[in-house]
């Protein structure tokens, strides 16, 4: 994918490891936290270069094509307004890569929509003009960047309603290394790989590791 302006709204570990790995890849890249000058993003963009940058989420969506929204789930809906505010975010690429975890009762935590909804579609309805893609969202930050970590075949999904949009982000996660990039369908299939991080939560309890992801196997894939 040719240079492209790209905002990672959030500064968490894996607003970091994206937006790391978008510079790495050749892009300009502005980091986006609730205030104009964040500490831990602005030692982010002293260790990445020219390309990197730091504003807040209104301000680096505005200034990009392509955003990315890895905040904590429960904001996930007000920061995406937020960003669409003024049309700022009107047919752009909205890549969600959160998940609607629940910890009020402790750990693990529990999903605060499932089912018959999704972060995604809540997202989307916060920003209903940006073209919402939901991706990344079952695998750990490094992982996300770098599939290699897992042996053998590892999956990746996307959901979203507007086929170019998904083409996009299809270039973006091959740009990682990923290589089984599944199309669910619409947005509502985000219920799905929303819904698997129960399980998820429990494989990392069983197993110890982060570094664990679920493969494709004994069906013919259709893309
Ligand atoms: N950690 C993983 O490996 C992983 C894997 C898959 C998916 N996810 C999902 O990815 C998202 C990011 O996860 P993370 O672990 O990197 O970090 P996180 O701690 O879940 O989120 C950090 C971000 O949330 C923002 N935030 C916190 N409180 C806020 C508020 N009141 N209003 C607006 N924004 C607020 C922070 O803003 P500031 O920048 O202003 O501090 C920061 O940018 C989450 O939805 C998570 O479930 C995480």
């Known amino acids: 994918m040719k240079q492209t302006n790209i905002a990672v709204l959030g500064t968490g570990m894996v607003g970091k490891a994206l937006a790391t790995a978008l510079v790495e890849r050749g892009h300009r890249v502005t980091l986006g936290s609730r205030k104009a ?4 993003a602005a030692a982010w963009v002293a260790e990445n270069g020219e390309n990197a940058g730091q504003a807040d989420f209104a301000t680096a969506a505005a200034a990009s094509q392509i955003v990315l929204l890895a905040v904590k ?3 996930a809906e007000a920061v995406a307004a937020a960003a669409a505010d003024g049309g700022a975010l009107d047919g752009k690429v ?6 609607p975890l629940d910890f009020s009762q ?11 909804d999704s972060l995604a579609e ?3 309805r916060a920003a ?10 079952t695998v750990n930050a490094s992982v996300m960047v770098d599939p290699g970590r897992i042996e053998g075949q590892t999956a990746v999904f996307v959901s979203g309603d507007d086929a170019d949009a998904k083409a996009t982000v299809r ?3 091959e740009g990682f290394g990923w ?6 369908g619409d947005l509502s299939t985000a219920r799905g790989p929303e819904a698997y991080l129960l399980l998820w939560l429990r494989l990392w309890q069983a197993t110890g590791s982060a570094d664990i992801n679920i493969a494709l196997h004994g069906a013919a894939k259709r893309d």
């Open 73 to 75: 789930g429960e904001h």
């Open 122 to 124: 809540r997202v989307q």
């Open 171 to 173: 270039a973006l996660l």
């Open 179 to 184: 290589q089984q990039i599944i199309d669910l």
């Open 37 to 40: 000058q964040h500490e831990g």
């Open 128 to 137: 209903p003009k940006a073209r919402v893609v939901k991706t990344l969202n």
């Open 94 to 99: 909205l890549v969600d890569i959160t998940n």
């Open 106 to 116: 402790g750990m693990p935590p529990s999903l605060f929509v499932f089912g018959r």
